[in-house]
C-alpha cells in the first residue's frame, strides 16, 4: 500500500489551484486567468518546497501541525484586524459612527458582539496607526 504525500496534500489544502472557467469572454480575459494560475503554480512549488526542506532539515518538524498553527496565527491577525475596524467604524467616522447593525452583518457577529469587540486598548491603536482623534472618546497615543 502506498503512502499518500502529506506535503503535496498540505499544497493542495493551503493553495489548491484554480479551476479554470469554462469559457472566456475575450483572449485578454483568458490570458489574464493564464497569467493568475502561472502565480498560482509559482506559489505552491515555493510553498511545497519550503515545507521540504523544514521537514529535511528541522529536528521535531511535523509539516501538518506546523500548517495548523500558521492558520491559528493567520486567524488571530484577522480577528485582531477585525477589532480596530470595528473599532475605527464606531470612534473615528465622522459625522457619526457606523450602526452597530451594519458593522454585525459585515463581521457575522452579533449587535452585542460589536458593541464589545474593542476596547480602549484598540481605539489607541487605529488613533496611533492613523493619527486620527477618536469622536467620542479620547485617545490615549503612547
Avoid: K
Wanted: cysteine-free.
Amino acid at each position: 500500500m502506498a503512502m499518500r504525500d502529506m506535503i503535496a496534500d498540505l499544497t493542495d489544502l493551503a493553495h489548491p489551484m484554480p479551476e479554470e472557467p469554462a469559457e472566456f469572454a475575450d483572449d485578454d480575459q483568458a490570458t489574464g486567468w493564464r497569467a493568475w494560475a502561472d502565480e498560482a503554480v509559482r506559489e505552491r512549488e515555493e510553498y511545497e518546497e519550503g515545507l521540504r526542506l523544514a521537514w529535511e532539515h528541522e529536528d521535531d518538524f511535523d509539516p501538518l501541525l506546523g500548517e495548523i498553527a500558521a492558520a491559528r496565527n493567520a486567524m488571530l491577525a484577522a480577528e485582531a484586524r477585525m477589532r480596530l475596524l470595528i473599532a475605527y467604524g464606531r470612534e473615528f467616522t465622522r459625522p457619526r459612527p457606523y450602526r452597530l447593525e451594519d458593522l454585525a452583518r459585515a463581521a457575522g457577529m452579533s449587535i452585542s458582539g460589536v458593541r464589545t469587540a474593542y476596547d480602549d486598548d484598540e481605539v489607541a491603536e487605529v488613533a496611533r496607526l492613523t493619527g486620527a482623534r477618536p469622536t467620542r472618546r479620547p485617545a490615549e497615543v503612547p
